[in-house]
């Protein structure tokens, strides 16, 4: 079996892609280094597709396709569970900003409010 042209093309665009995002800031290290890796891998199973028939027989699937699409399917749940993640952060963090941004504004309409030791002596 051959080299697959066009997997071995796509995979390459994709390394390319999130060069490029990553060269312009858009995409993070953390995560660069991810689609980099998944990249690579599917270089690999281009390059070697018997690779990919022999974990599919290995880990009982009947086709390597069914055991590509499952990898990416599981890869894509946890990406998702990861973005999750970092959203329920910001969340938590905006509204924390938004908090003390009330509390700053209140303080420079009314003046400043009584420290925590008690009322000033001023």
């Known amino acids: 079996m ?5 997997g071995l093309v ?14 312009r800031g858009i995409l993070r290290e953390r995560f660069a280094a991810l689609w980099v890796a998944v990249s690579a ?6 390059l070697a597709p018997g690779l990919l028939r022999w974990a599919a027989d290995t880990l009982g699937f009947e086709l390597p396709a069914n055991l590509l699409f499952f990898a990416a399917i ?3 749940l946890l990406v998702v569970v990861q973005l999750s993640y970092e959203v329920s952060k910001l969340e938590a963090r905006t509204r924390r900003l938004a908090e003390d941004l009330a509390l700053l504004r209140a303080e420079v309409h009314d ?8 009322p000033s002596t001023s």
């Open 111 to 118: 003046g400043p409010t009584a420290s925590a030791d008690g």
């Open 2 to 6: 051959g080299i697959n042209w066009v």
């Open 41 to 46: 891998l599917l270089v690999v199973v281009a």
């Open 74 to 76: 599981l890869f894509l």
């Open 10 to 23: 796509a995979s390459l665009l994709l390394a390319a892609f999130v060069a490029e995002l990553l060269r």
